[in-house]
């Protein structure tokens, strides 16, 4: 994925090199808040770097821990794992903490464009 040059930030490219990377995580809008038939939640939440090196990965209330360790990596606190049928309100709540923050993150990459760690 590249875009085009804004003039005050560079263009976006999909990581697709294994690297450390120092990373933004970008509040996702809550539109993009999916609610499933079992009743959790989910986002494609969006990390970029200076660069404008970004990735995407989805994190779910279904995958709890993940979730938290998300959180808590970006926040620099000690998170418990959102309730598996948290609203989407408060999904985009228990996300605030840590949406803005940068932290450095190890990514490996797949030949599929996944990416296998995050």
Request: charge should be neutral; include cysteine; proline fraction near 3%.
């Amino acid at each position: 994925m590249n875009t085009e040059n804004n003039n005050d930030r560079p263009a976006l490219t999909s990581i697709s090199t294994n690297g450390t990377y120092k990373l933004k995580l970008i509040k996702p809008k809550f539109e993009k808040v999916k609610v499933w038939e079992d009743g959790t939640c989910s986002a494609r939440l969006f990390f970029v770097d200076h660069n404008g090196f970004c990735l995407s990965k989805n994190f779910s209330t279904k995958y709890g821990k993940a979730l938290a360790m998300l959180v808590g990596k970006f926040s620099g606190k000690f998170t418990e794992e959102i309730r598996l049928d948290a609203t989407a309100a408060e999904y985009l709540q228990y996300l605030e903490p840590a949406c803005g923050q940068t932290i450095h993150v190890g990514v490996e990459c797949e030949a599929n464009g996944e990416y296998d760690r995050f």
